[in-house]
């Protein structure tokens, strides 16, 4: 069991305040898409016979945005660039390389009022590809349902009351009587 440490008193009242930095979500918002197929293009040439095997999402971003002010919500309108890892067989042997796909978006959002602390526009994207082929020397057709997260943060320093800090007991030995009884290596007959 975890004891308190570091304040003295017990668990019956708070004793100490702690500052924990952390990101604060201002607003977000959701894109998903249901049977959607994307065109990915790659900078490095595939084979034409070459057999798409799979794709995951490796990341994205929002790039080229601007930012509008309107009744208390913002404008934002805006590239989502994201990143794939494709992999495909050629010749018995797979490979694998990255590939983009970029979407324009539009929508609105709440942002922080006048601060120092400077505010960031965060993209997640998810996609369960259900199929794909290789369509072109550095083109990939993924198709599948695809989210996008959208989210507007800003680093904070959060005032929390606390116990103090944890302090663990030493672990117990576990011991199974079945083993210390048990021969570890083996014997041979001639010995």
């Given at each position: 069991?975890?004891?308190?440490?570091?304040?003295?008193?017990?668990?019956?009242?708070?004793?100490?305040?702690?500052?924990?930095?952390?990101k604060r979500v201002f607003d977000g918002c959701r894109l998903s898409d249901e049977n959607v197929t994307l065109t990915?293009?790659?900078?490095?040439?595939?084979?034409?016979?070459?057999?798409?095997?799979?794709?995951?999402?490796?990341?994205?971003?929002?790039?080229?945005?601007?930012?509008?002010?309107?009744?208390?919500?913002?404008?934002?309108?805006?590239?989502?660039?994201?990143?794939?890892?494709?992999?495909?067989?050629?010749?018995?042997?797979?490979?694998?390389?990255?590939?983009?796909?970029?979407?324009?978006?539009?929508?609105?959002?709440?942002?922080?009022?006048?601060?120092?602390?400077?505010?960031?526009?965060?993209?997640?994207?998810?996609?369960?590809?259900?199929?794909?082929?290789?369509?072109?020397?550095?083109?990939?057709?993924?198709?599948?349902?695809?989210?996008?997260?959208?989210?507007?943060?800003?680093?904070?320093?959060?005032?929390?009351?606390?116990?103090?800090?944890?302090?663990?007991?030493?672990?117990?030995?576990?011991?199974?009587?079945?083993?210390?009884?048990?021969?570890?290596?083996?014997?041979?007959?001639?010995?």
């Open positions: 069991m975890v004891k308190k440490a570091g304040c003295g008193g017990s668990f019956d009242g708070l004793c100490c305040r702690m500052v924990i930095e952390t990915l293009t790659t900078d490095s040439p595939l084979p034409q016979d070459s057999t798409f095997v799979s794709a995951r999402v490796i990341g994205s971003e929002l790039v080229n945005y601007a930012i509008n002010e309107n009744s208390g919500r913002c404008n934002v309108t805006g590239d989502i660039v994201t990143t794939f890892a494709v992999t495909y067989e050629y010749g018995g042997t797979l490979y694998s390389v990255g590939a983009t796909h970029t979407e324009s978006i539009q929508t609105r959002l709440r942002f922080p009022t006048a601060a120092l602390v400077p505010y960031a526009i965060e993209v997640q994207t998810a996609m369960v590809i259900g199929s794909g082929a290789v369509i072109g020397t550095n083109a990939v057709s993924v198709s599948g349902c695809l989210l996008r997260i959208i989210k507007v943060t800003a680093p904070v320093d959060i005032l929390v009351p606390t116990y103090g800090y944890s302090v663990y007991p030493p672990c117990e030995s576990c011991r199974c009587p079945g083993v210390s009884n048990t021969q570890i290596f083996p014997t041979f007959d001639d010995e």
